[in-house]
C-alpha cells in the first residue's frame, strides 16, 4: 500500500473525478477508488472527510441530504461549474508533473 | 459496532463541539458501518471487520487541521490570549445582567415617582386641596420628597453598577465556542419576539400618555364655570401631565428591563453597538463624550429652573426634550459615520 505525499496532493482531483460521472457519498466514493485501484489505493477516512470539508469551502463541491427511507440520510456531494474548471486545471498540472518526474526515472536492474 | 462508535467518539474528543465538526462525524460514522456491514457480508469475521474500518480510518490530525486553517487561521494566534467565554458564564452573565437591570430599572423609576410627587405636591398646593399649605412650602416638601427617592436609586445604580463591574472585561475581545454561540444565538432567537412585544407596549404608552394631557387642556379650556369648584376640574392639565409622567414611568421601565436584557445578548453575540466596527468607531466615542456633558447640564437646568424659578411644575419638561434632542444627534452621528465609512 502507498500513501505518499504526491497522492495526497491528488485526492481532490481523484474525488473530483469520481463526481464527474455522478454525485456520490463517502462510503461510496471511498469504495470506487479501492476498486478502480485494484485495492491497491485506500483512501483514509479523515483523508476524505478533510477533502470533502476544503472541497465545500472553496465552492468546488456542494452537499445535499440523500433521501433514503431506512437508516440514516446520506450526505450526497455533487461537483459545481467551479470544481470542474479546478479539476481541468489539476489534471493540466498533472500532466506537466509527470512529465517532469519522469526525466529522472529509469529502470534499474 | 460499539467499538466502532467508540473510536470515533475517542478520536473527537479533542476536536471541539461545533454543528459542523458534529456533521463530519455523524458523516464519517455513518461511512464506517456502512464499510463495516459490507466488509461483515464479504463474509469477514467481526474483529476482522472492525480491525479494517479502524486502519482505514486515517490520522485525526490531518481533519484538525482542516479545522485549524477553516476557523480563519490568521486571527486565530492573536486570539490565543483572549479569554474564553463557557456557556455557563455567558449564562450567568445573562442572569446577572437580568437582575441588575431590574435594579437600574426600579431607580429610574423611582427618580420619576419622585418627579411627579413633586408635581402632584405644587398641582395639589395649587388647588387647594392641601388646605391653607402654600405653593412654596408644597414644592419644598416636593423637593424634599425628590431627594429621598433620588437618594435610593442612586444607591441602586451604584450597587448594580458595581456588581457588574467584574464582567468589564467582555468591553475587550473574547473568545467563545461557535458551539456556545450557537446555543446563544438559539436563546437570543427566542427573546426577540419577547423583546419586541415589550417595545411595542412601551411606544404605544408613549402615545398614549399625551391623550391625559390634551384632555387635561381641553377641559380646562371649556370647563364649565360652575364646576370650577372642583379643583380637578380646574387644574385639569396639570393633572392631565401626571397622568402622563405614570404612564412614561411604566413605559421606561419595560424599555430599560427588556433593552438591558438585548444588551446583554449584543454584548456577547457582538452586534450592534458592540460589533467590532461599532466599538471602535469614531461617533461611538463622540455619541459618548457628548452624554457626559449634556446630561449632568440637563439636571443643571431642571433644577435652577426648580429653585430660582420656581417653576417646579414645568422644570421636568427639560429631560423629554434633551432626550429627543440627544436621540436625534446620536442617530446623525452614526449615519454620518456609517456614511464615511462606505466611502
Redesign the interface.
Known sequence: MISSDVIRGYSDTIILYLLLENDSYGYEISKKIKEMTDEKFTMKETTLYSAFNRLSKNGYIDSYHGTETQGKRRTYYKITPEGITYYKEKCKEWILTKEIIEKFIKEMN | METIKNYLETMFAQIPQTP?TL??K???L???E??YH?LKNEGKSENEAIGIVIS?????D??M???GI?NNSTSQTQQKNHPIITLETALTYLDEKNKFGRLIAIGVALILIGVNLLICLSTFAETGILGSLSEDTASMFGVIALICFIVPAVALFIYSGTSLEKYNYLENPFQMDPYVKEQLKTKFEDFLPTFNRAIIIGVSLCILSVIPVIAGSLIEDNRISNASFIPIIKNSSSFGVILLLIIVTVAVYIFIIYGNMKEGYNRLLELEEYSPEHKNSKSSKIIGAVASVVWPLTVCVFFYLGFFKQRWDISWVVFPITGILFGAFSTICNTLSRENRIK
Open positions: 459542523e456533521k463530519i455523524e458523516d464519517l455513518s461511512n464506517m456502512e464499510k459490507e482505514e480510518f486515517g490520522n485525526i490531518e481533519l487541521n482542516e479545522f477553516s
